[in-house]
C-alpha cells in the first residue's frame, strides 16, 4: 500500500492548508512496491479555491487514471459520474479530510437542503455530540465507512441515488432563461397598446412627454426587475412567482394578502385580453357583414371559445403551452418588424390623404411637442399607457418550472424590460415621425395655390388638413387607433400581431394565476383554500387552479364590466410590485446575515424609492381603485396575522423585529434607573412551566405586560444526560409558554446541585437594563421529609437572592403547585385512547377489504368482525381499569387549585400584612394585582404593627402614606398583640413540628454533644432554640393572627421573615414559614430589597 501521510506534506509553507488528497490503497503490495521503486513520488495536487481555478476542485490522480475524476463536481453538485469513495473492481480511492481519516465531514450541499427537497436528499452530519464525545467501543467501523461518512456519501449516498432514479423517471419539464422567461415576459408586455394606442399617445403627448411617459413607466418596472432579481438570486426559489417571493422576504401576513389579490388579478386579466381579443375579431366580422348574433354577444361567444382553447393549450402542460408561446412571439415579431418595415416603403395618395408620408423632418419636430386635447394631461396619457408596460413577473410566476430560476429570473427580466421598451420608443418615435396629427382621410384635400394654409407640416408636403381644427376627422395619430396598420407593410400582419399580444398574454395570465394560487394553497395560510394545492402529471400541474381561473375568467366576459374592473386589477399588479421593491428595502435595511443576493446591481434606497413610485403610480391611474386595492390588502393582512400561520420562512420581518429588540435593549442601558420607572421583574423557578401552572399564573398576573418574567429549571444529575435533555425541551418549553399565551421567557441551566443552578441564572439572566430584580418561588412543602442537602439548597437560594440583591417572594397554596402526577396519568390515558382508536381504524380497513364472496367470505367478514369486537372491548376494559387505578392520583382538587389563578377573583379581599418596610415591594405586587381584570374586584386591606395607645395616630400615618403613593384602600388594621405568646396548642405543635430535627446537646456530655454536631450540623441546637425563643413566638403568633382576621381573603401578602445567614439554621427558618403560612388561603411572603420601589415625588 502507497500512502503519503507524513507530516512535511503539511508543513510544506507553499502549500495550501485547504487540502484534499487522494489516497491509493492496494492490496497487491507487489504491485505497488514495482510502481514505486524507481519512479518519482506520488504528486499530490492542492484543492484551489482561488479565482484562477474558477471554484472548480482539482483532484490529483495517477497516470492513467484521469477519466475517473473527470466528472468530479465541485460546488456541492452531485453528479451520477461523481468520485466514489471505493472502487471494487480495481483499487480502493477515497478522500480524506485535510489529510487524515476522520468523521468531521468536509462542506457539502447536501447537508444544507431542505428535508423536501426535489433537488437532492438532504444528508445528515455528524453531531457535534458524535464529533466531541469519545467513539463509542462497541461500533464496529467497516472499511471505508469513516471515509463515506467524511464525505457526506454514508447510507444515504444510496437514497440519493434512487431519488435521482426517481426524479429521471418522472420526466419533470424545466424551462431555460430564454423560453421560460425571456419569451413570456416580452409577449406580457408587447400586448394590444403597442399597436392600437401607441400611437395615440405619442400624438396626445408628443415625441419628447410620449418617451418620457414611456422611461417613466420603465423606470418602476425595472426598478421592480431589479428588486425581483436580488430576492430571486438570495437562495433557491420555488413555484409561486411574486407570492413566494415576497412571503419569504416579508412573510406570511404580506404574501398571504399580496398572493391571493395577486393570483385573481391574474385570473382577471385572462379575461381582459380575450375580451380584446374577441373586439378585434368582432371588428373584422362586422366590416364583412358576418356577425352571429350582435356585438355584445358575439364577443361572449368568441371571448368562451378562446378561453376553452387557452385553457386545453394549459392543461395539456406546460411544454405545450411554451411552444404556443414561441409560435406567438415569432408572429409579434413578425408583425412589428412589419411595421418599420412599412415606414421605408413609399407611401401612396390614398395613405397621404391618411396622414402618412413616411420620415419628414418637418413632422417630427410638429409632433415633438405635446397637444393634448379632450380634458386629458401627462398623467392621464401616462395612466393608460402603463398597463402596458407591465408583465414582468410572467417569468417569475412560474419559478417552479424553471431549470435555474436564480440566474433565469435576473436575466430573462431585464432583458426583457430592456428590449420592449427599445421597440415602444422606436415604434412610437417612428409613427410620430412619419404621420401627422390629424388628417381627413379625402385625397382630394391638396393645397391649392392661392388658398391659405394653417402652416402645418401637411401644408408643405402639399395637404390641406385645416377643417380637421373646426370638425372631427377620422385619421391622423389622434384620431386613428389603426395608424399602425396603415403604416405596415401588410396590414392583415398586424391583426395577427394584435391576435398574438392577446392570446399570449391571456396564456401567460391563465398560467399565472394557477401556479401563483397553487403556491398559496400549499402553505396552507388560508385554511379552506388548501383543497386547491394538490398538482397532477409530471410537473405537479394545478389542474383545480385551472379550473377555478377558467371559471372566474368566464363569469367576467360573460357578466362583468370590464372598463371599471380594468384600474382595480392595474393597480393590483402594481400593489404587488410596490411589496416586492419594499421586501428588497426590508431585507437590505434589517442586515441579516441570510440576506446575500448573487445580483449585486441593487440598492435599498432605489428599491424604497421605487416601492414609493408604485404607490404614487396607483393613485394617478385610480384614486379610488387605489383605496379599494389597500383596503383589500389590509383586511387580508389582519386575517392573516390573527390567524397566525405556523410557518417560520426566516423573513426580513423577523431580522427587522430582532434589530429593533437589539437597537432598544441597547438604548435602554444608556438610560438610568428611577423608582418611577421600578417594575417587578421576575426569575420564577417554575421548572418545566406546565408542571407548575399555578406558580406561573400568580407570576404572570403582576408582570404581564409590565415586567420580565423568566421560568427557570434547573437540571441536576449527571452532565451528559441533563444537558442533552435540556437542549431537546427548550423549544418545546417556550412553545408551550407561546401557545398558552404567557408572556415569559424560559430558561435552563445544568449544575452540580440545584443552588449551584440557580446562583448562574440569578447572575446571568437577563439582558442589560432588562435583568430580573425579584426571585418567585413555591413552598417547600415536603420540607421535613425531605434530605438535609435538599432543604440547605432550598435555604441557600433565598440567601443567595438577598446577597445577589433581589427581592423575594415565596408563595404557597394548600394544594401545592406541583402536578406532574396529574399531567403522567393524562398522558398515559391519552396513549391508550390512541391505540384503541388506531386498533378500531385498522380492524375496519381489514374488515372492508375482506373482498372474497361466498359462504367462506362471508364467515371471514363474520369472524374479523367479532375479534374487533373483542379487541375493542378489551381495550377499553384496560382504559376503565387505567381510570379506576388513577382515580386517587388523579386528584380534582389540585387540577383546581393549579387553575385558581387563571379565574377571575369574585369579590373579596387582598389581606396586606406590611410589618416591616422593605422598601416597599410587599405593597406594590398587591397594588398591580388589583388593577388587573381578574382581581380589580379585590378591595386592599392593611395589616401593620403599632402600640394600643396610639391605634388612631397609626392608622392615620398609614392613610397618609398610602395616599402620597397614590394606593387606594378598603381598611386599616393596627395589630397590637403581635408580640403576645401564643396558646400552648399552637405552640406544642411548633415544638413537635422541629422535634425529629432538634440536637437536643443540653441533655448529653459535652463530648456527645460536640460528636453529634459535627455529624449532623444542620440540626437546631437547643442554644439556637432559645435565642431565637421570641422571634419563633412571633411566628406562631402571627399564625393565629392571620388566622383571626384573614382567613377568608381573596389571596394573603405577608412580610417575609428574615434568617440571618449562619446564625439560624435552615430547619428552623423552614419551621418558621411552614408555622407561618399554614392552613390558609394563597398567600405570598415577599420580601424587597430594602431599596425603594415607590416614591410619592412626581
Partial sequence: MSMNNSPNVFLDPNANRFQVNIINESHDNNETSQEDVG???????????????????????????????????????????????????????????????????????????????????????????????????????????VERVANGESTAGDETAVSKEEENKTGFVKFGWVKGVLVRCMLNIWGVMLFIRLSWIVGQAGIGLGVIIILLATMVTSITGLSTSAIATNGFVRGGGAYYLISRSLGPEFGGSIGLIFAFANAVAVAMYVVGFAETVVELLKESDTLMVDESNDIRIIGTITVVCLLSISVAGMEWEAKAQVILLVVLLVAIANFFIGTVIPTNNEKKARGFFNYQASIFAENFGPDFRSGEGFFSVFAIFFPAATGILAGANISGDLKDPQGAIPKGTMLAILITTVAYIGVAVCVASCVVRDATGNINDTVVPGMSCNGSSACSLGYDFSRCASQPCDYGLMNNFQVMSMVSGFGPLITAGIFSATLSSALASLVSAPKVFQALCKDNIYK???????????????????????????????????????????????????LINFSCFHASYAKSPGWRPAFRYYNMWVSLFGALLCCAVMFVINWWAALITYAIELFLYIYVTYKKPEVNWGSSTQALYYINALDSALALTTVEDHVKNFRPQCIALTGAPMIRPALLDITHTFTKNNGLCICCEVYTGPRKLCVKEMNSGMAKKQDWLTKNKRKAFYAAVAADSFRDGVKSLLQASGLGRMKPNTLVIGFKKDWRNATATQVENYVGVIHDAFDFELGMIIVRISQGFDISQVLQVQEELEKLEQERLALEATIKENYFEEGKSGICGFFRKASALNISKHETTKKESTINTMQSMHVGEFNQKLLEASTQFKKKQGKGTIDIWWLFDDGGLTILIPYILTIRKKWKNCKLRIFTGGKVNRIEEEKLVMASLLSKFRIKFADINIICDINVKPNKESWKFFEEMIEPHRLHESCKEITTAEKLKREAPWKITDAELEAFKEKSYRQVRLNELLQEHSRAANL???????????????????????????????????RGNHKNVLTFYS
Avoid at 483499487?91 to 423536501?116: A, C, E, S, W
Avoid at 405577608?1054 to 399554614?1078: C, F, N, T
Fill in 39 to 145: 519512479s518519482d513520488p506520488p504528486h499530490y495536487e492542492e484543492t484551489s479555491f482561488t479565482d484562477e481555478a474558477h471554484n472548480r476542485l482539482r483532484i490529483s490522480y495517477r497516470q492513467g487514471k484521469r477519466d475517473l475524476y473527470d466528472n468530479f463536481l465541485q460546488n456541492g453538485e452531485k453528479t451520477e459520474a461523481s468520485l466514489h469513495p471505493y472502487d471494487t473492481h480495481t483499487k480502493m480511492y477515497y478522500l480524506q479530510t485535510f489529510g487524515h481519516n476522520t468523521v468531521d465531514p468536509v462542506p457539502k450541499i447536501d447537508y444544507y437542503r431542505n428535508t423536501g427537497s426535489v433537488s437532492g436528499n438532504k444528508l445528515s452530519r455528524p453531531s457535534l455530540l458524535e464529533i466531541h464525545e469519545q467513539l463509542a467501543k462497541n461500533i464496529a467501523v467497516s472499511t471505508g465507512s
Fill in 528 to 578: 379552506g383554500l388548501h383543497f386547491f394545492a394538490k398538482g397532477y402529471g409530471k410537473n405537479n400541474e394545478p389542474i383545480r387552479g385551472y379550473v377555478l381561473t377558467f371559471i372566474i375568467a368566464m363569469a367576467f366576459i360573460l357578466i362583468a364590466e370590464l372598463n371599471t374592473i380594468a384600474p382595480i386589477i392595474s393597480n393590483f399588479f402594481l400593489a404587488s410590485y410596490a
Fill in 1052 to 1086: 394573603i401578602v405577608l412580610s417575609l421573615p428574615v434568617a440571618r445567614k449562619g446564625v439560624v439554621s435552615d430547619y428552623l427558618y423552614m419551621a418558621w414559614l411552614e408555622i407561618l403560612s399554614k392552613n390558609l388561603p394563597p398567600i405570598l411572603m415577599v
